[in-house]
């Protein structure tokens, strides 16, 4: 699986759209990028994933570069509910999620 | 998105005894079930993977023989931790998926062995 490397933490304030950035520079040409998230004492929520192009739904917006060396998570309008630790995941098709220590991300009233 | 349970949430047992945690997919088959381990402060850390209907398959470094994991129907998986100790106190995470579909995960069993 691909390793990944994601700024230990960031903040952002209520309402503003919030920018994960996520540098996968070794991922292979048929993993996935996936984003969890995990609030703390629960377990970990899907948000979004892709291979290539960028994708969309209604938690956030992927945007993988041409390169696929990199990628980013944006939420359009932070929330003080989506302060939570999120993880860049590269991951085959054994769906092998291996997790590293991710981006807490605060956001501020 | 789906949605997998996991039972009890948390469980406080004497050392020297098992406990079973129970993970099942509510609302869709799950072929595949995954089990995690979670110290405090610490990343999750991948145990074993099961397809239903054959062995589970450990990471390096998880004993089977203490971590004993069954996953006998398409909804449902169990890890039990035998002759549980104090370091096997841990944030115990399941999450399971659907053929070529993303993993769900549950909500976590708080394991505490006195």
């Known amino acids: 699986d691909a390793k990944t490397t994601q700024p230990p933490s960031m903040d952002c304030a209520e309402g503003r759209a919030a920018n994960l950035p996520c540098n996968h520079s070794t991922i292979s040409g048929n993993e996935y990028v996936y984003w969890y998230r995990q609030i703390h004492s629960q377990g970990p929520q899907y948000i979004i994933h892709?291979?290539?192009n960028n994708e969309t739904n209604e938690m956030a917006s992927l945007i993988i570069t041409e390169d696929r060396k990199s990628s980013t998570l944006i939420l359009p309008h932070a929330t003080l509910r989506d302060t939570a630790v999120y993880y860049c995941i590269g991951a085959g098709s054994n769906y092998k999620l291996t997790f590293g220590k991710g981006t807490l991300l605060t956001v501020n009233p | 998105g789906a949605v997998v349970s996991q039972h009890p949430s948390w469980v406080i047992c004497k050392s020297g005894t098992s406990v079973k945690i129970e993970c099942r997919s509510l609302?869709?088959?799950?072929?595949?079930m995954f089990w995690y381990r979670q110290f405090p402060k610490q990343s999750l850390m991948l145990m074993a993977t099961?397809?239903?209907?054959?062995?589970?398959?450990?990471e390096q470094g998880v004993e089977k023989d203490k971590f004993l994991i069954n996953h006998a129907s398409l909804t449902l998986s169990t890890l039990t931790v035998t002759s549980a100790h104090p370091e096997d106190s841990s944030f115990y995470i399941c999450s399971a998926k659907s053929g070529n579909t993303e993993a769900f995960f549950g909500q976590g069993t708080r394991l505490t062995v006195v």
């Open positions: 892709g291979l290539k």
């Open positions: 099961s397809n239903e209907g054959s062995k589970a398959t450990y």
């Open positions: 609302d869709f088959q799950a072929t595949t």
